[in-house]
């Protein structure tokens, strides 16, 4: 397996640092406002790696955090008069739910922030002690980004105008040390006691200090692969890399990889632009898996920009799928063919190469429908069939639906209502044995576009495409 690893900006082997196994970390959200499509991609994107991994034979152990307390969660406090809590479970609730209509697989490890607080008071007693960092007389403990000759070194953005902007606190050592723990002044509840004080801590040692509670890594390295999407590079993974390292005495991660950014019609997605398209809002509109194909079929580095005419020409895409599938009703899958899988295996393995994959599932579809044409009534070819479409959602996630059922999305439900009672009328007629008016139900369901097929379990419809 290849993976593009973007600190040293190429495509390199993957060996892990513990033979057969993989250990991945992503940052998760911060819950404190619903999910928008930057935070579906990043999700899709290590989900595929996760896939990936498992098929190639790893045993993965997948951790992705939650941030549970953070300056923005205790704004959200003010604005709504609710607790940390409510606020953090409900939005933690509302993204797990989210994540499993898109099918991404849930994490091996799941920590939460609050949770960890233990493990952050560890890793900064450490990094006090070794003398990285340091405490202001307010109570906040700051990193000493001089004593880490390797900071900068993940990014190589040290030098970025975006540091110099953090507030002046004439106590720090240098304008670019971030803080560690944030004492709590005496109005605020949102506290923890430490022995360094009351307070809450810095976003970045949450990722550290749950990485170094989760896993036990090697001499050299804590984990095999760092994720993220790209904007959190600097400074967020550049400050957990210099705590990490300096608290452990090796690097975090053997490899980093971080997906492109998303963009809505061509413009950066941001609240002041109106166009911050939360997930909530895209999956009332489209399936989760209609969502999921198309978010995953631009490469994962790329930068997306969302549209609906893209969205409706991938969805074509998928269709032949399900249309290959219709045609092998009733058939119960056998294995996948084994040259499919590597192909397919292959192209998933080139750092995730995504549009390769998908040409080989439209070849694999064109195929058989030939082979069908031919042959429609070959057992073995249809089971070997179902195989294939199985072995891909396994994969990529996508292809699991029946096909009755995938064709009728996007049908309002008051059309379903209708249509299901005219199907009822038509079952009624055809017991009364009146085939007239049974026929002329089908008609009348034709011409609205849909199609009805009668099979062992009672009739199904679908919308014609
Ligand atoms: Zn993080």
Known sequence: MYIYDSVQKTKLKFEPIKAGKATLYVCGPTVYDDAHLGHARSALSFDLLTRTLNASGYEVTFIRNVTDVDDKIIAKMKQTGKSLHEITDFYTKRYLEEMDTLGVLRPTISPKATESIDAMEDMISTLISKGYAYQISNGDVYFDISKDKLYGSLSKKVNDDTISRIEHISEKKNSKDFALWKACDINENVCFDTKFGRGRPGWHIECSAMIAKHTQ?????????????????????????????????????????????????????????GNSFFLKDALKAYDGEILRFYLTSIHYRNDFNFNETDLLQSKKRLDKLYRLKKRLLNTISSTVNSEFKQTLLNAMKDDLNISVALSVIDEMIAKSNEALDSNPNDKNLKKEIAGNIEFINMLLGFGAKEPFVYFQLGVNEALI?????????????????????????????????????DTANGTVWEKIS
Request: charged share 25%; hydrophobic share 35%; with cysteine.
């Open 217 to 273: 890594g090697t001499d050299e390295y804590s984990i095999d692969i760092h994720g993220g999407g790209a904007d959190l590079l600097f400074p967020h993974h550049e400050n957990e890399a210099a705590q990490s390292r300096c608290a452990t005495g090796h690097a975090l991660a053997k490899y980093w990889m971080h997906n492109g950014f998303v963009q809505v019609d061509g413009e950066k997605m941001s609240k002041s632009l």
């Open 417 to 453: 209502t209708q249509i299901e009672t005219l199907i009822e009328r038509r079952s009624e007629a055809k017991k009364q044995k009146d085939f007239a008016l049974a026929d002329q139900i089908r008609n009348q369901l034709n011409i609205m576009d849909i199609n009805i097929m």
